[in-house]
């Protein structure tokens, strides 16, 4: 059971098709957008405000370090976010799709 490559030209043409991969899109960028600019910032502030993530919050511990967990906490926040949207909006969309070209 194959799809002729005249329905898969008229499947990419489509604007169902289209709004699909220009919101996977969106989202991915969104979010790679605010973990970069969160890692990056982490970054920049190591090497220009070293003072700052020296502090001493205990003994043996600056503020360095639980900020660099956070991030990685971020991180997997992040994941978790696009994880979730994919698997309640995206998923369905992508099923409903097919639904349409096999049908067709």
């Known amino acids: 059971m194959g799809i002729s490559s005249e329905r898969?030209?008229?499947?990419?043409?489509s604007e169902?098709?289209?709004?699909?991969?220009?919101?996977?899109?969106?989202?991915?960028?969104?979010?790679t957008i605010i973990m970069l600019i969160v890692y990056?910032?982490?970054?920049?502030?190591?090497?220009?405000?070293?003072?700052l993530l020296a502090f001493n919050?205990?003994?043996h511990l600056t503020i360095g370090l639980p900020i660099g967990i956070g991030i990685i906490v971020f991180a997997w926040i992040l994941t978790g976010i696009y994880t979730r949207w994919a698997n309640k909006e995206?998923?369905?969309?992508?099923?409903?799709?097919?639904?349409?070209?096999l049908e067709g």
């Not at 898969?8 to 043409?13: E, S």
């Open 8 to 13: 898969v030209k008229d499947i990419l043409a």
């Open 16 to 31: 169902k098709f289209k709004n699909l991969v220009k919101k996977r899109m969106r989202v991915s960028i969104t979010l």
């Open 40 to 51: 990056f910032g982490f970054i920049l502030s190591i090497a220009f405000y070293k003072e």
């Open 57 to 59: 919050i205990g003994e």
């Open 90 to 101: 995206y998923d369905k969309s992508v099923r409903e799709l097919r639904n349409n070209i």
